[in-house]
């Protein structure tokens, strides 16, 4: 049987939001991070974390930082016994001047692909997940997975939901944060906690 996932948005929905880290000390998790995902484990989801990086693209930072980057935030989660499952990124920017970065790719949010690939490697079921994310390619990315999106209003996220009205592209639920959207997430799959 298929596996359940939420998607998650990595800066503005798990960590604040400061442009593009790139190191692990500028990255600030929310404190509430860990027990939203613990909720969110405990109602049977895989976390899968969905980002967009184009400060790779942009000479910002390189995949070795970003890894190392996610090495430790995976390591902050799992040392508190709820591990992500996995990582997906897009480094691409179009504009790029590092060429190989410089395209127009399946992988940048809205786009499907970092999804897609996920649920190949992992054997998930699109229609029983979610996306949870701060910003409107967040919400549509959950929409073209056919996955059911989830706005926080942390980071980016009060800007956009008058986008996303003239869009027609209301998510299912809007949150105030990462927490309240678990608990949405889990009380709609499970019951009240």
């Known amino acids: 049987m298929k596996r359940r996932a939420v998607f998650l948005d990595r ?3 798990i960590n604040v939001d400061v442009g ?3 190191r692990w000390d500028e990255v600030r998790i929310y404190p509430y991070a860990f027990e939203a995902v613990r909720r969110l484990k405990e109602a049977g ?3 899968i974390v969905v980002t967009n990086q ?8 390189t995949e070795a930082d970003l890894a190392e980057i996610h090495r430790r935030m995976a390591g902050e989660f799992a040392r508190r016994d709820v591990p992500l499952d996995a990582f997906y990124y897009c480094p691409h920017h179009a504009a790029s001047d590092i060429a ?4 127009e790719c399946a992988c940048r949010k809205p786009a499907p692909g970092m999804g897609l690939r996920a649920a190949a490697d992992l054997d998930i079921d699109l229609g029983r997940s979610y996306m949870v994310g701060d910003k409107a390619e967040d919400v549509l990315f959950g929409a073209g997975l056919g996955a059911t999106s989830i706005l ?5 996220g ?4 008058s986008r996303l009205a003239a869009l027609g592209a209301a998510p299912a639920y809007v949150a105030d944060d990462l927490a309240a959207a678990a608990e ?3 009380s709609r799959e499970t019951g009240p906690a």
């Open 100 to 103: 190989a970065y410089a395209i």
């Open 158 to 161: 009060p800007s956009v939901e």
């Open 152 to 156: 926080v209003r942390t980071g980016y």
């Open 54 to 61: 184009s400060g790779i693209g942009r000479g910002f930072l």
């Open 11 to 13: 800066d503005g929905t």
């Open 184 to 186: 949405w997430i889990a």
């Open 45 to 47: 989801f895989l976390i």
């Open 20 to 22: 593009y880290p790139r």
